[in-house]
Nanobody, 117 residues
Framework: QVQLVESGGGLVQAGGSLRLSCAAS????????MGWYRQAPTKLRELVAR???????NYADSVKGRLTIFRDNAKNTVYLQMNSLKPEDTAVYYC???????????WGQGTQVTVSS
C-alpha cells in the first residue's frame, strides 16, 4: 500500500509564494511519476505539474514560469514551489503517484491553497 502525505498549503496574498510537499511511503517498485493536480470549486480536477523518475517534467500552460516541480528521490518526496501566485490558483491541491508499469495510481488527501487578491 502506498500513502501520500501532503503539507504546505495555506493562505497567501497575490504575488506571494508557497511550497507544497508530498512524501510517499509504502511499497513502491518500478518506474513512477509523481505530480500535483488541483481542483477549484465547480471545476474539474486538472494536472498542474508532473515529474518522472528521470527528471522530465510537464506543466499546465497556466502555471509555466511560476510553479516548479522537483523531487528528492532519496526521500520519495515531491515538491511544488509556487511563486507569483494568482487568485485563480486557489484550489485544493492533490499529490498523485502513478506506477507506470501497472498504471496504478494513488492520491493524497489534498491541501487547500487560497490566494487573496
Amino acid at each position: 500500500q502506498v500513502q501520500l502525505v501532503e503539507s504546505g498549503g495555506g493562505l497567501v496574498q497575490a504575488g506571494g509564494s508557497l511550497r507544497l510537499s508530498c512524501a510517499a511511503s509504502g511499497i513502491i517498485f518500478g518506474p513512477k511519476a509523481m505530480g500535483w493536480y488541483r481542483q477549484a470549486p465547480t471545476k474539474l480536477r486538472e494536472l498542474v505539474a508532473r515529474i518522472s523518475d528521470n527528471g522530465s517534467t510537464n506543466y499546465a500552460d497556466s502555471v509555466k514560469g511560476r510553479l516548479t516541480i522537483f523531487r528528492d528521490n532519496a526521500k520519495n518526496t515531491v515538491y511544488l514551489q509556487m511563486n507569483s501566485l494568482k487568485p485563480e490558483d486557489t484550489a485544493v491541491y492533490y499529490c498523485n503517484l502513478v506506477l507506470l508499469k501497472s498504471s496504478r495510481d494513488y492520491w493524497g488527501q489534498g491541501t487547500q491553497v487560497t490566494v487573496s487578491s
